[in-house]
């Protein structure tokens, strides 16, 4: 307990003074604000345009939630199927990786013409930014499950599915949880390109328009508050990886743990 404490401290340091490092290079070399705003700059205009800055963050975090939502759903479907099927594997993976392949970019002004500008082609982005880990991660899982599991299964006359559900799904646990901690973090990258594409509200527009104006501290502000969104939802599934498939955790000292 002591060790993880002490590493956490060294953490948070490590953290504050970067942030320090940053005023201090601005301050000495009279960066100008335009260029790269002082840390201090950035959390003053976070606090006085909060009440015009939480809209959008509400609306970010509940786009980015939906689409990960759905990314979750199809990726474990997508991924059980692949894993599972020799014959899905062989047909379903290259066109996966030649989906996902495709800049997402691009692929917003086509939900734009199907589905109209708004909060439909971000929480479609969000989805398929989001979903491609955990297609790769749950059908990895599956697919190195050991034989000899499957095989004492087999001769205790368990179906496929029994086999799937008790022996393949936990064993891929760990692999899909590792899948989710990546993903919330590409639902984030997906729902920011459509709002600075496609739609009215969401910290992506609001950082457009803030560039278009040359508010650069509040575009700053902006990522800021994404950041912390994304390391506030990647701490909420680390405890529920450690809550569910602690059994799965054999060090604590990995950089990704």
């Given at each position: 307990?002591?060790?993880?404490n002490r590493?956490?401290?060294?953490s948070?340091a490590v953290i504050i003074?970067?942030?320090?490092?940053w005023?201090l290079?601005?301050?000495?070399?009279?960066?100008?604000?335009?260029v790269?705003?002082?840390p201090?700059q950035?959390?003053?205009?976070?606090?006085l345009?909060?009440p015009?800055?939480?809209p959008?963050?509400?609306?970010?975090?509940?786009?980015?939630?939906v689409?990960?939502?759905?990314?979750?759903?199809?990726?474990?479907?997508?991924g059980?199927?692949?894993?599972?099927?020799r014959?899905?594997y062989d047909v379903?993976?290259?066109?996966?990786?030649?989906?996902?392949?495709?800049?997402?970019v691009?692929?917003?002004?086509i939900f734009v013409l199907?589905?109209?500008?708004?909060?439909?082609?971000?929480?479609l982005?969000?989805m398929?930014?989001s979903?491609?880990?955990i297609?790769?991660n749950?059908?990895?899982?599956?697919a190195t499950t050991?034989?000899?599991?499957e095989?004492?299964?087999?001769?205790?006359?368990?179906?496929k599915l029994?086999?799937l559900t008790n022996?393949?799904?936990?064993?891929a646990?760990p692999?899909?949880f590792?899948?989710?901690?990546?993903s919330?973090?590409?639902?984030f990258?997906?729902?920011?390109?459509?709002?600075?594409?496609a739609?009215?509200?969401?910290?992506?527009?609001?950082?457009?328009?803030?560039?278009?104006?040359?508010?650069?501290?509040?575009v700053?502000?902006?990522?800021?508050v994404?950041?912390?969104?994304?390391?506030?939802?990647?701490?909420?599934?680390?405890?529920?990886?450690?809550?569910v498939?602690?059994w799965?955790?054999?060090?604590d000292?990995?950089?990704?743990?």
């Amino acid at each position: 307990m002591k060790a993880i404490n002490r590493r956490r401290l060294q953490s948070a340091a490590v953290i504050i003074g970067f942030f320090l490092l940053w005023e201090l290079i601005c301050v000495v070399f009279h960066v100008k604000e335009i260029v790269l705003p002082r840390p201090s700059q950035i959390l003053t205009t976070l606090w006085l345009q909060a009440p015009a800055i939480w809209p959008h963050t509400v609306q970010t975090l509940y786009t980015t939630l939906v689409g990960f939502g759905l990314g979750i759903l199809t990726g474990v479907f997508l991924g059980v199927l692949i894993g599972s099927s020799r014959l899905a594997y062989d047909v379903g993976y290259p066109l996966l990786i030649g989906f996902s392949s495709i800049p997402k970019v691009a692929v917003v002004p086509i939900f734009v013409l199907w589905f109209g500008a708004g909060t439909v082609p971000a929480v479609l982005t969000a989805m398929i930014m989001s979903m491609f880990p955990i297609v790769v991660n749950v059908a990895t899982g599956l697919a190195t499950t050991e034989p000899e599991l499957e095989d004492v299964m087999k001769a205790l006359r368990a179906t496929k599915l029994d086999i799937l559900t008790n022996v393949g799904l936990p064993r891929a646990m760990p692999y899909f949880f590792a899948s989710l901690k990546v993903s919330v973090t590409l639902a984030f990258v997906g729902t920011v390109i459509a709002e600075t594409v496609a739609s009215n509200r969401g910290i992506g527009n609001l950082m457009m328009i803030a560039s278009s104006s040359f508010d650069v501290p509040l575009v700053f502000a902006g990522l800021l508050v994404l950041a912390v969104l994304g390391v506030g939802l990647y701490a909420i599934f680390s405890v529920i990886e450690g809550r569910v498939i602690g059994w799965a955790k054999r060090k604590d000292d990995f950089a990704l743990g």
